[in-house]
């Protein structure tokens, strides 16, 4: 296992005992097959090729029973007091193990409304149940979602410098871009130059397929969520970059608006600067008001506040989520109350977690459109801001 990879697997794991110990829950079981819990990444830095049973207790000695083929790769993380081996079947050896722990109270990775922590699937949830006997299972199980969202949370020390790191090649990407745009670039290529930002660096993207392009769009032919196409840039074409970029695993997110100067103009009209302004403005706010303890909904709502007292139409989405091993990773969203009410958006900011902040002036009919999108690491004094932010609009000359 790569030391990086070590250190931060045996960070999130102390941090699981300690959780443990605090919920009052014995063990916490993982069961996986064929790398079916995406959990385990996280948790261990590996990914298991036939089933194995992971057990997690609170006391930090923690076990595995694996493939004698899987057997190796367990005991190469160094993470584990026991790597027990099992041959034909399983059940035999997970009985004797579950017996020798004897929990009173067994986590499992089930989730009604978070994907990341609903890991077990429903197969191997019937053959520990005929296991172990469904009376006896569903006294001693419990849900560990709670400790899974914590744990991908509120990142550690390793994880942290990762995502800096990440963000901090963004950045110099998007610098290097920069001075590379050229009226008359369709959207294709400009999104080949962070491909090849990204080559150079042997990085990939965090979002997609290791070299896919960035969100490259020009507002002239609508914002979305879509691929770069072959729309050529015109001058007084606002085009919005949305780049998520992985380095060890973590990814950064980060937004940028540029304005395609027209040939007798040597700033942004004024429209388009006081919508760039304004979601400016409703950044510094989230940025600002952001803090532990605070609920999800109410950064949302001081962001959002923001964009409706200028005159723009409401964000469309959320203000902001987590930002760690996946571009959207889970737990507290930094979006509005809805009904039926929405757990993430009703759950509380902690230190420790990283969030990428992009409230937007969207505006239909060809009007000025906006997207920055920021990082920043929740500390015990508030958000620290993790990239180079953008608070002047990048214009580009295009000439006579």
């Not at 830095?45 to 006391?59: C, D, K, L, P, W």
């Not at 770069?228 to 919005?240: A, E, R, S």
């Amino acid at each position: 296992m790569v030391q990086g990879t070590y250190q931060i697997a045996k960070e999130k794991l102390d941090h699981a005992a300690a959780l443990l110990e605090k919920a009052g829950v014995d063990s916490w079981l993982v069961l996986t097959r064929e790398g079916s819990d995406p959990s385990m990444p996280l948790l261990f830095g590996i990914r298991s090729f036939h089933t194995a049973a992971i057990f997690i207790n609170r006391n930090g000695q923690h076990k595995v029973i694996a493939t004698v083929s899987d057997k190796g790769n367990y005991e190469g993380t160094g993470l584990f007091a026991e790597v027990i081996p099992y041959y034909s079947s399983l059940d035999e050896v997970f009985l004797q193990e579950l017996e020798k722990l004897s929990p009173q109270k067994l986590a499992l990775n089930i989730s009604h409304h978070d994907h990341l922590c609903d890991g077990l699937t429903f197969g191997l949830y019937l053959w520990l149940e005929e296991l172990v006997g469904k009376e006896r299972l569903q006294a001693m199980e419990v849900s560990s979602e709670a400790i899974l969202k914590e744990l991908r949370s509120v990142k550690s020390p390793a994880e942290i410098a990762c995502i800096q790191k990440a963000v901090d090649y963004t950045i110099e990407i998007y610098e290097e871009v920069f001075s590379q745009i050229k009226c008359g670039m369709t959207e294709i290529e400009i999104g080949e130059l962070f491909v090849q930002g990204m080559k150079k660096r042997g990085l990939s993207n965090g979002l997609g397929n290791p070299h896919d392009p960035p969100l490259v769009c020009t507002v002239r032919n609508g914002l979305a969520h879509r691929k770069p196409g072959d729309h050529k840039t015109i001058p007084g074409d606002i085009v919005i970059i949305d780049f998520s970029l992985k380095y060890n695993d973590y990814v950064s997110d980060i937004a940028r608006t540029v304005y395609l100067l027209k040939p007798d103009e040597t700033k942004a009209p004024e429209e388009i600067q006081r919508a760039f302004d304004t979601a400016i403005d409703a950044i510094t706010q989230a940025i600002q008001f952001i803090r532990p303890g605070v609920q999800g909904w109410e950064v949302d709502a001081a962001a959002r506040q923001r964009i409706e007292a200028a005159g723009y139409p409401t964000i469309r989405h959320s203000t902001g989520h987590q930002v760690g091993r996946e571009t959207h990773d889970g737990g507290t969203i930094l979006g509005p109350r809805r009904t039926p009410p929405r757990p993430a958006v009703e759950g509380t900011v902690q230190v420790g977690e990283i969030y990428a902040i992009e409230p937007t002036v969207i505006q239909d009919d060809g009007l000025p459109c906006i997207l920055v999108e920021e990082n920043v690491l929740i500390t015990e004094q508030g958000a620290k801001v993790l990239s180079k932010r953008q608070l002047e609009l990048v214009t580009i000359a295009c000439g006579s």
